[in-house]
């Protein structure tokens, strides 16, 4: 795993605690509206008030590229705050200067404040070494508790770890086990579903989970790019015709790091992209040259179910098929109910997260019983592709 330093055993009693959260929700006319990451956030801001510290939050909102653009100010996230927590937040109207300082300076123990929006300053996304200081002004340790935006190299996520004691918060800390748990040592056999729409943008994620896991399961869209590399005819299907030598190379690295790569054997064939459009199951050697392949059938069902009782791990990342027009979101539906179903009776450790893979998890109301669900988004892709985050390197020892 990732080595990191956790608030294990850190004094911050008295301590200015700079802590970056990612407090970019989901926002209309000044009003939030999903409170999820507010209330993820939460907990940990919590922990460290009751330990006496002098809280300070810092997060970016929106992109206001470097101008104070008002509908992106987190006035309106402060007190959304305030509410989920039950406390008080003071608010400051600007993340560094004289503005910041007053409100600091006047915290006492426990209290917590947040800071304007970091991206009102160009500096935040520039890494500006000089803005970095005049954060690290305003805290005497630096907690970061955004995964969310550690694949960024920004002042706040990488910059200021570099000029304060740096550690991962709770929501940090929890993810990155989670993460390592599932990838860097995992229980075997580990299986990997990989779907969504275009392999062209998750060469890299591929390329990386054939080196890693037992199993990697292609479902969606990309499956059709996959099953044309091999000389099937996939009809109209979303495909992508010019990387079918790109496929092969990945068929041929799997094998090479005995990977077994896992496609449909069968498909839900439709003429049109809409929901309940007319539709025939189909062997996948027997798709209509006219016909699109919007789901997995229920051949490969059954196949996925059956092979996930004998894992120990799951990654999943993206539908297996259209799964945002009914009755496309079946083979989606069922493997996530399994692994779900799996997870919760303790056989199986599974994460899923990146892209649409929350929704569709959430549409299979299969969320809830994963082992860790990531709405990290770009962090999350990036950690499949294995990549160090530069907001995580800079949390090592
Ligand atoms: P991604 O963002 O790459 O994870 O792709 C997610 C999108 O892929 C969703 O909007 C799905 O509707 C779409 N998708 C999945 N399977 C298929 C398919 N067989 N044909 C067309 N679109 C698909």
């Known amino acids: 795993m990732a080595n990191f330093n956790t608030l294990d055993g850190v004094n911050v009693a008295g301590k200015r605690v700079l802590l970056r959260a990612d407090l970019n929700v989901p926002m209309k006319d000044g009003v939030v509206g999903d409170t999820t990451r507010i209330e993820r ?147 075997h056999p580990v299986m990997a ?13 591929l390329g990386n989970l054939v080196a890693r896991v037992d199993q990697l399961v292609i479902g969606g869209g990309m499956a059709n790019t996959f099953l044309a590399a091999k000389g099937v005819n996939v009809g109209k299907s979303l495909c992508e015709h010019d990387l079918l030598e790109t496929a092969r190379e990945i068929f041929a690295k799997a094998k090479a790091a005995n990977c077994e790569i896992v496609l449909p054997v069968d498909g839900l064939v439709a003429k049109e992209f809409k929901a309940h459009a007319d539709y025939t199951v189909s ?43 009914a009755p496309f979101d079946t083979a989606t539906v069922s493997v996530a109910q399994q692994a779900a179903k799996l997870t919760k009776a303790g056989k199986l450790l599974s994460v899923a997260g990146g892209g649409d893979t929350v929704a569709a998890l959430r549409h299979a109301d299969a969320d809830q019983d994963f082992s860790y669900v990531s709405t990290a988004g770009g962090a999350f892709l990036e950690w499949l592709e294995g990549k160090e985050l530069p907001g995580v390197a800079a949390l090592h020892d």
């Open 193 to 205: 579903i990989v779907g969504g729409a275009k392999i062209s943008t998750k060469l890299d994620l």
């Open 283 to 325: 062997d996948i050697n027997d798709v209509d040259t006219n016909g699109m392949i919007l789901d997995a059938g229920p051949k490969t069902i059954i196949d996925l179910n059956k092979r996930l009782e004998s894992c120990e791990t799951l990654v999943w990342n993206g539908p297996l098929g259209a799964f945002e027009i």
């Open 41 to 187: 956030t939460v907990p940990g801001l919590i922990e460290l008030a009751d330990a006496g510290a002098k809280l300070i939050v810092i997060s970016h909102f929106g992109r206001p590229k470097g101008e104070r653009v008002a509908e992106m100010s987190l006035k309106p996230v402060a007190d959304a705050l305030a509410k989920q927590l039950g406390r008080p937040v003071k608010f400051a109207d600007d993340c560094i200067g004289a503005a910041a300082a007053a409100v600091v300076d006047g915290l006492k123990d426990g209290e917590i404040a947040l800071l304007e929006n970091l991206r009102y300053h160009s500096e935040e996304e520039k890494n500006d070494p000089a803005f970095a200081a005049e954060l690290a002004k305003l805290g005497d340790i630096f907690v970061n508790d955004a995964f969310s935006c550690a694949h960024r190299a920004h002042a706040s996520t990488e910059g200021l770890a570099r000029k304060l004691p740096a550690y991962a918060g709770r929501l940090m800390q929890a993810e990155l086990e989670a993460l390592g748990n599932a990838l860097e040592a995992p229980k």
